[in-house]
Nanobody
């Protein structure tokens, strides 16, 4: 089973940028769709962005379109989330997650069954 470890969170001022990384163990990373999710205090966990196993297709929540970019490097077993133009409402714990191999519903939260431990992102106004 794949294991996921996030890094790159921190404190940033509004308008700033951060890049999150998620390193995956295992030899079949290139068969998993990968997603970034976030959960703010008192709110449900929501999908932020997702990328298909080949990297050829991506999905973004409306709230982050044009500001966040998801990418992956299958040679390094790593997925990234570049976050620009950060807003205070982006403050949350960010999680990366993986689907089972070649999951058809990779754009939806329910497809994801393996989760990292999360990394805190705090955006000050």
């Amino acid at each position: 089973q794949v294991q996921l470890v996030e890094s790159g969170g921190g404190l940033v001022q509004a308008g700033g940028s951060l890049r999150l990384s998620c390193a995956a163990s295992g030899r079949t990373f290139s068969s998993y769709a990968m997603g970034w999710f976030r959960q703010a205090p008192g709110k449900e966990r929501e999908i932020v962005a997702a990328i298909i196993w080949s990297g050829s297709s991506t999905y973004y929540a409306d709230s982050v379109k044009g500001r966040f970019t998801i990418s992956r490097d299958n040679a390094k077993n790593t997925v990234y989330l570049q976050m620009n133009g950060l807003k205070p409402e982006d403050t949350a714990v960010y999680y990366c997650a993986a689907t089972p191999p070649y999951a058809a519903n990779w754009r939806t939260r329910h497809a994801y069954g393996t989760w990292g431990q999360g990394t805190q992102v705090t955006v000050s106004s």
